[in-house]
């Protein structure tokens, strides 16, 4: 999978521009606040629907403007033609996603047809932040894979949303009834367990790919351990991510949500469920967070993101496009070179990186990197 090209009107500080790409490396280069990172943005955009900064879609829209576009054109593995994704963003009204034209319902309609992992300095807290850090990393990846996993998600978002809020009307001394508590039950522990099976399975992977790619990244002195804890585990939890062969049971999940009511009330919200769960990171058998150095921390959340890459390509059947922005900065150069060497040596892959200075790579691999640099919002 490869992004072709990308162009823009009234989005963010980019002016309306084109921005091409070609197979193998790309780096976009220039100074500071010119749009690289916004052009970044807008690929990933398409692969998850909302920017990784955390902005709303209206701050997309250019200041002065009434709307924003932006269209990407992707190819597939295997195929002879562009795939084209487009959204406009209206400061007014919603927004309207399309496919080759045709307009999309939603924009989970549109999560899956592109897929890319993104590395960005604040990646460094998948081992350094707290468990919503790692949920979130699950759920990037685990949506861009399987509508079913996104659909259990969204599902299971919206009955803890509205459990929640039974809880605060009982905390606030009004009635619920228990079949209110028993239906909330139910669809949590459904949904979650789903959410669970896919979680307990891609962790196993992921600790696999991790191991490898960190003892490449360190000569195989010490090795990262990455331990799911979930809510919802039980023996013999179903693996869906390759085949759903049977329905998890929610057994477990549903004794949490049932008999702790009193105690949740008393909390004000919903203590048990896969809101919860956490992966930990152990590095020689201590709390990575608080015993693995900077540089160990940042080879651990590098090794998880090129994992997040392997096991697209293994589920998915294609590389994703991997986008790293601004993260040579942060690494030292035998790491920016296992980068380039690991990932920069097949066209299969694609990977667009973001710098200040086109001389992020060394000058032995440059005659393979495509270079844009980027001015004041627009391609030159």
């Given at each position: 999978?490869?992004?072709?090209?990308?162009?823009?009107?009234?989005?963010?500080?980019?002016?309306?521009?084109?921005?091409?790409?070609?197979?193998?490396?790309?780096?976009?280069?220039?100074?500071?606040?010119?749009?690289?990172?916004?052009?970044?943005?807008?690929?990933?955009?398409f692969a998850r629907g909302r920017s990784f900064r955390g902005a709303k879609d209206r701050e997309f829209i250019r200041f002065g403007e009434d709307f924003a576009h932006a269209?990407?054109?992707?190819?597939?593995?295997?195929?002879?033609?562009?795939?084209?994704?487009?959204?406009?963003?209206?400061?007014?009204?919603?927004?309207?996603?399309?496919?080759?034209?045709?307009?999309?319902?939603?924009?989970?309609?549109?999560?899956?047809?592109?897929?890319?992992?993104?590395?960005?300095?604040?990646?460094?807290?998948?081992?350094?932040?707290?468990?919503?850090?790692?949920?979130?990393?699950?759920?990037?990846?685990?949506?861009?894979?399987?509508?079913?996993?996104?659909?259990?998600?969204?599902?299971?978002?919206?009955?803890?949303?509205?459990?929640?809020?039974?809880?605060?009307?009982?905390?606030?001394?009004?009635?619920?009834?228990?079949?209110?508590?028993?239906?909330?039950?139910?669809?949590?522990?459904?949904?979650?367990?789903?959410?669970?099976?896919?979680?307990?399975?891609?962790?196993?992977?992921?600790?696999?790919?991790?191991?490898?790619?960190?003892?490449?990244?360190?000569?195989?002195?010490?090795?990262?351990?990455?331990?799911?804890?979930?809510?919802?585990?039980?023996?013999?939890?179903?693996?869906?991510?390759?085949?759903?062969?049977?329905?998890?049971?929610?057994?477990?999940?549903?004794?949490?949500?049932?008999?702790?009511?009193?105690?949740?009330?008393?909390?004000?919200?919903?203590?048990?469920?896969?809101?919860?769960?956490?992966?930990?990171?152990?590095?020689?058998?201590?709390?990575?967070?608080?015993?693995?150095?900077?540089?160990?921390?940042?080879?651990?959340?590098?090794?998880?993101?090129?994992?997040?890459?392997?096991?697209?390509?293994?589920?998915?059947?294609?590389?994703?496009?991997?986008?790293?922005?601004?993260?040579?900065?942060?690494?030292?150069?035998?790491?920016?070179?296992?980068?380039?060497?690991?990932?920069?040596?097949?066209?299969?892959?694609?990977?667009?990186?973001?710098?200040?200075?086109?001389?992020?790579?060394?000058?032995?691999?440059?005659?393979?990197?495509?270079?844009?640099?980027?001015?004041?919002?627009?391609?030159?």
């Amino acid at each position: 999978m490869r992004v072709s090209s990308i162009s823009f009107l009234n989005w963010r500080n980019l002016e309306p521009t084109t921005a091409s790409f070609e197979p193998g490396i790309n780096v976009l280069w220039g100074m500071n606040a010119q749009g690289k990172s916004n052009i970044l943005e807008s690929i990933y955009y398409f692969a998850r629907g909302r920017s990784f900064r955390g902005a709303k879609d209206r701050e997309f829209i250019r200041f002065g403007e009434d709307f924003a576009h932006a269209e990407m054109k992707f190819r597939k593995k295997g195929y002879l033609s562009d795939t084209s994704l487009e959204v406009t963003i209206p400061k007014n009204g919603k927004k309207v996603m399309k496919r080759n034209g045709a307009p999309l319902s939603s924009t989970a309609e549109m999560i899956g047809n592109f897929r890319a992992v993104l590395f960005s300095p604040s990646n460094l807290a998948l081992v350094s932040g707290g468990p919503l850090e790692r949920r979130t990393f699950l759920d990037i990846a685990l949506s861009q894979l399987s509508e079913t996993y996104l659909m259990n998600l969204r599902r299971y978002s919206k009955a803890l949303a509205e459990r929640n809020a039974l809880i605060k009307l009982a905390s606030d001394g009004k009635s619920v009834s228990s079949a209110e508590w028993e239906m909330y039950a139910r669809l949590m522990s459904t949904y979650g367990t789903w959410i669970t099976s896919f979680r307990q399975e891609y962790s196993r992977y992921l600790e696999d790919a991790v191991r490898r790619y960190f003892d490449e990244m360190t000569g195989g002195k010490e090795s990262p351990e990455l331990r799911y804890t979930s809510h919802g585990l039980y023996e013999g939890i179903p693996s869906p991510l390759y085949t759903v062969k049977e329905d998890p049971d929610g057994t477990a999940l549903y004794e949490k949500l049932t008999s702790n009511i009193e105690r949740e009330i008393a909390a004000g919200t919903t203590l048990y469920g896969v809101h919860k769960d956490d992966i930990n990171i152990l590095f020689n058998g201590h709390e990575a967070k608080a015993y693995a150095s900077q540089g160990q921390q940042r080879s651990i959340a590098l090794s998880m993101k090129l994992a997040e890459a392997e096991i697209s390509f293994s589920v998915g059947g294609e590389y994703p496009v991997i986008l790293l922005d601004d993260v040579f900065s942060e690494l030292d150069e035998s790491r920016r070179s296992y980068i380039l060497d690991k990932l920069g040596k097949e066209e299969l892959r694609q990977i667009i990186i973001t710098s200040c200075e086109p001389d992020v790579v060394p000058d032995d691999r440059q005659s393979r990197v495509n270079f844009t640099k980027v001015s004041a919002g627009g391609i030159e």
